[in-house]
């Protein structure tokens, strides 16, 4: 019953490919993001969504776009992969009524771009 | 640069410990500090957090200090157990609206040996 759920959790693409990494949330949430996990980055912000049919930039958006077609989906779109995006991609929500500022985490796609 | 820095990479503590975790940052906005746990090939979860009005929180074995004048803030894990074994990601961010924006460290790999 995973409430935020990514697709496909494993992908290998070939450099200048299109991408398109899938986020789904039953939690009702407003806010959705997108991070990208690095070894000794942490995670960073690509782009993320406060309401359907509405994305704004992150920290690192350069290469990738954002669709947020409603508020349970939210996707990532690489329109020319690279091997510098290789990495592990999260997507989460929030509930900005609830102000603790948690975010819940689907459980990650891993990208190898070749 | 980095706005969330964790100076350390790694961490080794003997079981019945105390494991101390330091996160840094630079943003005087910040209102809003978190701390979470992932395991390998596991999505992050929230552990605790604290917002800029208190300067400790305790839950459990778990404790925050937040020391805003010197931008810095801490966990620290009581009686530590071998499945505490994780990489603790700290983050910060201003609570826009409870949009939790947050900006994540590089994260600090614990160990706990037995």
């Known amino acids: 019953e995973a409430a935020v759920t990514q697709s496909p959790r494993s992908k290998v693409a070939v450099t200048g490919g299109k991408v398109t990494l899938s986020c789904h949330q039953t939690?009702?949430?407003?806010?959705m993001y997108w991070y990208r996990q690095d070894t000794g980055h942490g995670l960073r912000l690509i782009h993320y969504s406060y309401v359907a049919d509405s994305t704004e930039k992150g920290d690192i958006p350069d290469g990738y776009k954002a669709s947020r077609p409603s508020q349970e989906n939210f996707s990532l779109i690489l329109e020319l992969a690279s091997l510098s995006q290789t990495a592990v991609y999260f997507c989460a929500s929030s509930d900005p009524g609830g102000g603790t500022g948690q975010l819940y985490f689907g459980e990650g796609s891993k990208l190898t771009v070749l | 640069g980095q706005q969330v820095k964790q100076s350390s990479p790694s961490l080794t503590v003997q079981e019945g410990g105390i494991s101390i975790l330091n996160c840094d940052y630079e943003?005087?906005?910040?209102?809003?500090f978190a701390w979470y746990k992932k395991y390998p090939d596991n999505s992050p979860t929230l552990l605790i957090s604290?917002?800029?009005?208190?300067d400790k929180r305790e839950d459990g074995r778990l404790t925050v200090f937040l020391n805003k004048s010197g931008k810095h803030f801490s966990l620290h894990i009581t009686a530590s157990q071998p499945e505490d074994t994780a990489v603790y990601l700290c983050a910060a961010g201003e609570n826009q609206g409870g949009s939790a924006k947050l900006i994540f460290g590089e994260g600090t790999k614990l160990t706990v040996s037995s």
């Open positions: 939690n009702n949430h407003d806010y």
């Open positions: 604290v917002r800029s009005n208190v």
């Open positions: 943003n005087d906005m910040f209102d809003y």
